[in-house]
């Protein structure tokens, strides 16, 4: 086009272009982005493909992560090792169904992935535990946690076995249009 | 598309079925493959839809694009290179256009802060400001290219009666009263040049080339809203399940604004867990009917203050020394200034009634939150657009019989509406959150943080852009105004956002909300515009000596006048006078419209019964689950009580995972 640029290959920038819901010039910034986050770490070259890592204590200090309290789950669920260490195509991957444009089945995908706190693709009595204690803090007494947990599961459970499986928090967000504006982060 | 299965298949899973690793590896082959052959056969649009929401690591859609694209090359006929060539530039081409609109979108930056400081329903209050002041520049460019540039170039030496004073800004009349400004600054002959451009038909055609475009993009937004967001509402919608798992703001970075979100999510968690728990007190005959007849007594009030704030307007305008002084002797400066009385009692009323009818919802009891707010957005609502009917009716009943150059007249009442209402935004802004978060934090503290009431505000402009519809006609250039009150709107409100208020608490069901907003601007708003310039131009006389529409009977004869003045066989006419001028199409057209209605609401309906039937399907599935886990449990005791009595007929205890079923792919 114009753009000398020496980051990537032109057939790399057209693949994350057609993979991910970015385009070029935003690729480049987030590769921007990717690199501060360890400079010593991560190249400037990216031609052919260096295998790094970032690791997951670094991630989870960029400011649009920084302060929300799933941050660790979702920088989890988007690594290949599930330890949270998200190589540059990993950091895409996660930035792109955070964006605005990715569909709501994909991201109720992710979003599942991120309150299924054991991993076990149910999100399960405890697990909702948990999401509510990093939502709350201390304001809820043991009770009320148990109380609203049971609940929850109550009511968005269809197949009856007190667990929530895929299939029910997919029809839960199908009734929750906002689902769509607020799973989403800008970057 | 068959769906990928949501959960990898790895080992663990399908181990449990005791297949081997070979097994899993062609079992994991043949899904790709299916799925390479189903991407293949899309089309390139709707093939990149796809890959693009594939849920798999990046490096594996990398792998499925990279296998599409071989096969589709080998399907082709063209050289390889050439066509890969091709394709793929006009696939930058795409992406480099994209990225190009990308920099004419502005505040992008702005809107990223606002985002993550105050949440998503705060800033659906500034991206509806953003796209408002879209259709109002839009309006600006096709005017000033279409009409102004013309008049300015040929325009008849009109020297103004008084000089330029201060008041004018306000007032809009004296020095910009024969200008471009406003329809009277206009005149109706064709220009003589290479190509003839003739005035009439310019104005009109702009005019109305607008206000249609306009109209399909308000519809189109109204239907995407509503498809996406008044999504099935069966069953409970409010309860702790969807507040746990969707409710949580993901875009606020802000460490209070989470702190805020925290609190607020904790305080409802809190409410609706004390709701649960009381007794739900059953309403005695007597309180229902108390209840009942508050409520009446409520939108008594109400319709009675919105009848009054228009009987009022409407005495005050019709009253003959206040508005009709001031075109008998133009170089008065009382009579000019007292031309603004009318515009500030309108804004008076725009602000203390509403005021007025939140007072008067204390009195009332809801049952459900969500429904005080929409009863306060359809009072207000309908306040405002009596108040607007009531002008409209005054400009197009009264005024055009008594003054002459009546149109110029509407356009400067309609620019010294929106200066004051500007300038009643202005003055709220300050009273109404910088000096009440004074007074809330400093002197009364139980008062607290004034909250951003986003459904007063949407309302306020929405307001404002039907007075810029309405105004379009009768003064082209007045999108300058609401181009300009909408920035410094955006930005004062911005400040004021950060310094003084704080978002609202209850943010539950955004998007309905926001689907109403639309839904609102284009329902009475637009289409009130709409009827009030077609009425204008349809039926009314243009004014004789000034405008580019003197002397017809009606500004649409220069439609006729055109037409007639092609020659006979000329398609344009043929069309103009065979079928836009004869009743038998427009009764065909709506017959066709209504059966086709007819026709998609029962399929609606139908669906709606499909739906209710999976749901049912899906808990029955869960019935059965558990039936046959049961079963099966049953069955392995009995074998194992069996094995302990003859051992030596079983050898081995089968291995039996009861899980298995949960391991299967999700579209089987």
Not at chain 2, 464 to 490: D, N, R
Request: proline letters at 4%.
């Amino acid at each position: 086009m114009g753009n000398k640029q020496t980051i990537f290959t032109d057939e790399q920038l057209d693949a994350y272009q057609d993979c991910t819901f970015f385009t070029r010039k935003e690729i480049l910034r987030l590769h921007g982005r990717y690199h501060e986050l360890a400079p010593h770490l991560v190249p400037m070259d990216y031609t052919n493909d260096p295998d790094v890592k970032v690791p997951l204590a670094l991630i989870v200090n960029m400011p649009e992560l920084k302060e929300n309290p799933f941050r660790n789950r979702i920088v989890e669920s988007f690594s290949e090792d599930g330890q949270g260490n998200l190589s540059f195509n990993d950091f895409v991957d996660m930035f792109s169904v955070l964006s605005e444009m990715a569909p709501r089945e994909l991201k109720a995908i992710y979003a599942f992935k991120i309150y299924d706190f054991n991993v076990d693709n149910y999100i399960c009595k405890e697990d909702l535990e948990k999401t509510l204690n990093k939502l709350t803090k201390e304001e809820l007494t043991p009770e009320e946690v148990n109380l609203v947990c049971e609940k929850a599961i109550e009511e968005a459970d269809l197949d009856g076995d007190s667990k929530l499986s895929f299939a029910d928090f997919e029809n839960m967000i199908s009734r929750a249009p906002d689902f769509l504006s607020t799973f989403h982060i800008r970057i | 598309m068959r769906r990928m299965s949501v959960f990898p298949q790895h080992g663990t899973a399908l181990g449990n079925l005791g297949l081997t690793a070979n097994e899993i590896r062609q079992e994991t082959e043949n899904n790709t493959s299916e799925l390479v052959s189903d991407l293949v056969n899309l089309s390139a649009g709707a093939r990149f839809e796809a890959i693009r929401s594939l849920h798999v690591p990046f490096n594996e859609k990398k792998t499925i694009r990279n296998r599409v694209n071989s096969v589709k090359l080998s399907k082709t006929i063209l050289a390889a290179d050439c066509r890969q060539q091709v394709s793929r530039s006009f696939r930058r081409f795409r992406a480099s256009l994209a990225s190009a609109m990308q920099h004419l979108v502005i505040w992008q930056d702005t809107l990223k802060e606002i985002g993550g400081r105050f949440g998503t329903s705060v800033l659906s209050y500034f991206l509806f400001l953003k796209w408002l002041l879209q259709f109002n520049l839009f309006s600006l460019i096709i005017n000033f290219c279409f009409i102004t540039i013309p008049q300015i170039v040929h325009a008849p030496n009109i020297s103004s009666i008084t000089g330029f004073r201060g008041l004018e800004l306000l007032t809009g009349v004296g020095y910009f009263n024969k200008t471009v400004l406003f329809y009277g600054g206009y005149n109706g002959e064709v220009i003589v040049s290479k190509p003839a451009y003739n005035m009439q038909l310019a104005y009109f055609f702009t005019i109305a080339a607008y206000l249609v475009l306009c109209g399909v993009s308000l519809i189109y937004s109204t239907s995407r809203s509503f498809q996406k967001n008044f999504a099935l509402e069966t069953g409970p919608v409010s309860g702790g399940a969807w507040r746990l798992l969707c409710s949580w703001d993901f875009s606020v970075v802000n460490e209070k604004a989470i702190q805020y979100n925290k609190n607020n999510l904790a305080i409802q968690l809190k409410e609706s867990l004390s709701e649960r728990l009381q007794e739900k007190n059953k309403m005695s005959r007597s309180d229902r009917i108390k209840h009942l007849s508050l409520h009446l007594l409520a939108w008594l009030l109400s319709l009675g203050l919105a009848l009054g704030s228009c009987a009022g307007i409407y005495f005050l305008g019709t009253n003959r020394e206040l508005a009709f002084s001031f075109s008998h002797d133009p170089s008065d400066l009382g009579a000019e200034a007292s031309t603004l009385l009318l515009p500030v009692v309108v804004s008076l009323f725009n602000l203390i009634v509403p005021l007025l009818y939140s007072l008067i919802s204390k009195i009332e009891s809801y049952s459900n939150p969500r429904a005080k707010i929409y009863i306060s957005i359809v009072r207000t609502v309908i306040l405002k657009m009596s108040i607007l009917g009531i002008l409209c009716f005054y400009w197009l009943s009264f005024v055009p019989t008594n003054i002459s150059c009546w149109e110029s007249f509407v356009g400067q009442s309609v620019y010294r509406l929106l200066i004051i209402d500007f300038i009643f935004c202005l003055l709220g802004i300050f009273f109404g959150e910088f000096l009440r978060n004074v007074i809330g934090t400093m002197c009364i503290q139980s008062l607290g943080v004034p909250e951003f009431d986003i459904a007063r505000n949407v309302l306020d402009l929405i307001y404002g852009q039907t007075l810029a519809w309405i105004g379009i006609y009768f003064s082209p250039l007045l999108p300058v105004m609401q181009v300009l009150k909408l920035f410094i709107i955006f930005y004062l409100k911005k400040i004021s956002l950060s310094m003084n208020c704080q978002p609202p608490k209850h943010t539950g069901r955004a998007a309905q909300i926001q689907t109403v907003f639309i839904a609102l601007l284009f329902f009475p708003s637009f289409v009130g515009a709409l009827s009030m310039v077609a009425f204008t131009v349809w039926s009314l006389k243009p004014s004789d000596q000034c405008g580019p529409f003197q002397g017809l009977n009606t500004p649409f004869h220069t439609i006729f006048n055109w037409t007639h003045s092609l020659p006979e066989t000329h398609w344009v006419r043929w069309i103009f006078e065979n079928i836009l001028r004869s009743e038998l199409f427009y009764y065909l057209i709506s017959l066709i419209v209504l059966v086709i209605t007819y026709f998609l609401w029962q399929i609606t309906r139908g669906r709606k019964e499909l739906i209710k039937t999976l749901r049912e399907q899906i808990v029955n599935e869960g019935k059965d689950k558990a039936f046959l886990l049961n079963k099966l449990q049953n069955l392995q005791k009995e074998r194992r009580e069996m094995a302990s009595y003859r051992p030596q007929d079983f050898d081995q205890t089968p291995h039996f995972n009861p899980n298995w079923m949960n391991t299967l792919p999700m579209d089987m």
